[in-house]
């Protein structure tokens, strides 16, 4: 399928509408390891993925055109950019999560890195879904505050990540993005989803210290409509354990 016949924002809002979770498999280009790529899009597959995300916060290497096409060769899945610079902008993905990180208050990631990639991004067919970034204090710091030089949100201070949230929607991001960090200690508080989810209109995504499957479907329970997993599937790709569906995800719990 072409990337202009996609349409993946209105499938995230068609899928929250009808109370239908979504999963995306987050990939860092840096972290592939070429010889063992076939075995790993094999292992998406058979995953109960919707979707595959693509980017870090230190990507140094220069294949994301060579990987996503060769993801596309064997997986039907989208591929959405999540980047953490406009390096990172490739035209052979299928949309790409144009983030701005609003629990920080550094320019670069506010604004600045969107300007620079807004020429670029004008010029492709990628999908662009403006997303507001929400860094979630996680019990060490990752990368992204590393990188970006911003703190997280407290964990605790439920009232700021619930206003931050707010304030992204009413600017006119399409979706809101609350994370723990490439490798937290801790996932984002189940209480702090729900609070948001109940009181924001647009899709909540959720990523970040999600180590087992419980912890994905506790995260739907909470209120995100896309969890978001990547660490815990770069250290076993067999994290789904025959778990091919999202139906047998929600499954686990119960």
């Not at 959405?80 to 406009?86: D, I, Q, T, Y």
């Not at 999908?127 to 979630?136: D, F, K, N, R, V």
Request: aromatic content about 6%; proline content about 4%.
């Amino acid at each position: 399928m072409e990337n202009k016949d996609r349409n993946i924002y209105n499938q995230i809002v068609q899928s929250k509408l009808e109370n239908r979770k979504l999963l995306a498999i987050l990939l860092d280009p840096d972290k592939i390891i070429w010889e063992n790529l076939d075995h790993l899009i094999l292992k998406i597959n058979q995953s109960p993925a919707s979707h595959i995300f693509i980017g870090g916060s230190l990507v140094e290497s220069n294949i994301i055109d060579e990987l996503i096409l060769k993801i596309k060769q064997n997986s039907p899945l989208p591929i959405v950019l999540f980047p953490g610079n406009p390096s990172q902008i490739s035209k052979e993905a299928d949309g790409i999560l144009f983030l701005s990180l609003l629990s920080g208050r550094n320019p670069d990631y506010l604004i600045e890195h969107q300007v620079k990639a807004a020429p670029i991004l004008k010029k492709s067919q990628i999908e662009i879904i403006s997303t507001g970034y929400i860094l979630i204090e996680s019990g060490k710091e990752t990368a992204v505050e590393r990188v970006s030089k911003t703190r997280p949100i407290d964990r605790n201070n439920f009232d700021l990540a619930l206003a931050t949230a707010q304030a992204g929607e009413m600017l006119g991001n399409k979706l809101i993005y609350l994370e723990a960090g490439s490798g937290a200690q801790k996932a984002v508080p189940l209480e702090m989803v729900a609070l948001i989810s109940k009181n924001i209109d647009i899709p909540l995504i959720v990523g970040g210290g999600i180590v087992d499957l419980s912890g994905i479907t506790n995260a739907y329970d909470a209120g995100a409509d896309l969890v978001v997993i990547g660490t815990a599937f770069e250290n076993d790709t067999n994290f789904f354990n025959g778990c091919t569906s999202l139906r047998e995800l929600a499954n686990v719990n119960s």
